[in-house]
Structure formats: structure tokens, C-alpha cells
């Protein structure tokens, strides 16, 4: 159980484009949901929070406009990287915490993003 | 706010040896929890063991262990029998106990690497 999907696990997209990535929980409802981002052999930066039905809480210093993020239902979150730029290349994960254990994250397998 | 040093970037360790990665954290929290993640080379983030702050016995699971000395705000992890399978990168990360709003502040991560 507790199996967490990401959608397209790559894209490619031209500079200026907006790109969405989705993030869904298979097989139980995740009241929070958590979007990373990640640079070769380096740790993952936490970007955001979102709560299902409410306005993300972004961390210091990441632009919201730029990083849209929409928690719509209980099993779906997406991120819009708008007018994307050679520098939003990076790998996005996401991460989903259900009802059962306020304590535990479980991850999506990332999204590769590339901005030409 | 709480942060977490992974001293070591890389480590290498003979198949069937035993390898101890190390991390210390800091904070002012007395209840929290602390977590090793493995991420192979597939980016697929694995949690490998869970332990909670107040519960002195050291959490195993198989060949993973760790030692939680809380006074000294270390929590290092022993990986037995090495297998070729555990090359990968390790984050440590520290969790407060505060219940919906609860973030993971990983380590910078130590790259195993298990030679045989």
C-alpha cells in the first residue's frame, strides 16, 4: 500500500512554456501533500506544502507565481512550472501523508525536467 | 530551526562488510522523529528505518540499524552483510512532532557505494 504516481516521469519543454507535473496518491486519501526539488547528488530542497482544498504554504525564497500548485482533491496535487527556464531544469518530487500516520511521507518516483 | 549534518559525502564498503553512515541534527525539540531514506540510482525515495525520539531501543529492520544517542543528537545507521543492492544515495532527515503541518529537513546525503 501507500503507493504514490507522478505524471510524465520526464519532460522536455521550450523556454517560455508552462509545464504541469501531477502528483497522485494510488491507494489512500493524502490530506498533505509535499513538492521537492532536486539537483544531481544533491538533497532534496522542499519547495511547498499543500493541503487539499486550501492555498499552498511555499517555502522562503521559492516564487509562487512561478511554481503553481494546486491541491485539488485528496488523492491529486499538481505543479505548474509557468514560463519555465533553462534554470527550472531539475528533478521535481513529490511526496503524500494520509490520515493513518501524520509522520510518514511517502514519495513519488520524480519528474525530470528539462527547459531547452 | 533544525538542521542535519551528514559529514560523510561518499563511502565505499566491500560486499558481506558492515558500513556505518553518520548524521547529527540539531535542535531544541524533545519530541521528533528521525529517518534514513535511500534513493538508488532509479531516484526512488526509499524509507529504510523510523525512529522515534522518546523510544530509547534503537529501531532495526534486518540488516539496518541504527544508534540514537539523543544527548549527543546523533543518529548514525548500520548497514550488515552489505549487498550490492544498497548502492545508493542515504539522507538522513528529522521530522518534528508537531502533528498536520509536519516537514522532513533532510542531510546533504552520503553516496554508498558497495563494491564486490
Known amino acids: 500500500g501507500a503507493v504514490v504516481s507522478q505524471h510524465p516521469s520526464r519532460v522536455i519543454c521550450k523556454s517560455g512554456t508552462s509545464v504541469k507535473i501531477e502528483c497522485r496518491s494510488l491507494d489512500f486519501q493524502a490530506t498533505t501533500m509535499f513538492w521537492y526539488r532536486q539537483f544531481p547528488k544533491q538533497s532534496l530542497m522542499l519547495m511547498a506544502t499543500s493541503n487539499e482544498g486550501s492555498k499552498a504554504t511555499y517555502e522562503q525564497g521559492v516564487e509562487k507565481d512561478k511554481f503553481l500548485i494546486n491541491h485539488a482533491s485528496l488523492t491529486l496535487s499538481t505543479l505548474t512550472v509557468t514560463s519555465a527556464h533553462p534554470e527550472d531544469s531539475s528533478f521535481y518530487i513529490c511526496?503524500?501523508?494520509?490520515?493513518?500516520?501524520?509522520?510518514?511521507?511517502?514519495f513519488g518516483p520524480g519528474t525530470r525536467l528539462t527547459v531547452l | 530551526a533544525q538542521t542535519v549534518t551528514q559529514s560523510q559525502p561518499e563511502m565505499s564498503v566491500q560486499e558481506a562488510e558492515t558500513v556505518t553512515l553518520s548524521c547529527t541534527y540539531d535542535?531544541?525539540?524533545?519530541?521528533?522523529?528521525l529517518f534514513w531514506y535511500k534513493q538508488p540510482p532509479s531516484r526512488q525515495m526509499i524509507l529504510v528505518i523510523r525512529q522515534e525520539a522518546y523510544k530509547q531501543q534503537n529501531a532495526t529492520e534486518n540488516r539496518f540499524s541504527v544508534n540514537f544517542q539523543k544527548a549527543a543528537k546523533s543518529f548514525s545507521l548500520k548497514i550488515s552483510d552489505s549487498q550490492l543492492g544498497d548502492t545508493a544515495m542515504y539522507f538522513c532527515a528529522f521530522m518534528k512532532h508537531e502533528g498536520y503541518g509536519n516537514k522532513l529537513v533532510f542531510g546533504a546525503g552520503t553516496i554508498l557505494r558497495v563494491k564486490s
Open positions: 535542535t531544541s525539540e524533545s519530541n521528533y522523529y
Open positions: 511526496s503524500a501523508r494520509g490520515l493513518a500516520d501524520y509522520n510518514e511521507q511517502f
